[in-house]
């Protein structure tokens, strides 16, 4: 990638990116503790890069209208038809990787 002009670069990182939201949007049955399991980051944590982002720009964009648009809906929403509570082992797991040494 290192021969495209730079906005060429940013809009096709940009389409990566929204190809990633809507396949995540696609496919609610894979929670979010999986993602952190296994990725080491989750919906919300592509929300926090998102506000990041603009606020580094100084941008004011709250933090609710950034994980409806990475959500697909109001992430509350999204909890109430998607997020299942999680398992002892989920937790064992979240609690013993990178990411969650990362939060602390």
Known sequence: MS???PKTQTELEAAA?????KHLRERPQLQNIDLMNMAGFCRNCLS???KD??????????KESLRTHVYGMPYEDWKQLHQKP?????????AQSPAA???A
Request: aromatic letters at 10%.
């Open 53 to 62: 982002a603009a606020d580094e720009r100084g941008l004011s964009i709250d």
């Open 48 to 50: 926090n890069w998102l």
């Open 86 to 94: 999680a398992t002892d082992e989920q937790l064992k797991s979240f």
């Open 3 to 5: 021969e495209l002009d």
């Open 17 to 21: 990116f929204r190809r990633l939201t």
């Open 101 to 103: 040494q990362h939060k």
